[in-house]
């Protein structure tokens, strides 16, 4: 989508199979959460493999590391 601001999202991990998918997505026309939601959507999303070295692999790896 061309010309948002942010977008906050609630994604779920699988930690066995290092994988996720996006839950749910609200896009809004300001930064950080700030002005008109130009789209709001829910879903159940496609498990997709996380990529190594990845900004997403950085999340998985902070939402399945047990120290």
Same mark, same amino acid.
């Given at each position: 989508? #061309?010309?948002? !601001? @942010?977008?906050? @999202? $609630?994604?779920?991990?699988?930690?066995?199979? +290092?994988?996720?998918? %996006?839950? +749910?997505?609200?896009?809004?026309?300001?930064?950080?959460? #700030?002005? *008109? =939601? %130009?789209?709001?959507?829910? /879903?159940?999303?496609? &498990?997709? @493999? =996380?990529?190594?070295?990845? @900004? !997403? $692999?950085? %999340? &998985? *790896?902070?939402?399945?590391? /047990? *120290?």
């Amino acid at each position: 989508m #061309e010309g948002y !601001g @942010s977008i906050k @999202s $609630h994604r779920e991990y699988d930690c066995a199979a +290092a994988r996720d998918r %996006l839950l +749910a997505a609200i896009i809004f026309s300001g930064q950080m959460r #700030e002005g *008109k =939601v %130009l789209d709001d959507n829910v /879903k159940d999303g496609q &498990w997709i @493999s =996380v990529a190594p070295a990845s @900004s !997403g $692999h950085a %999340l &998985w *790896k902070l939402a399945c590391d /047990k *120290k």
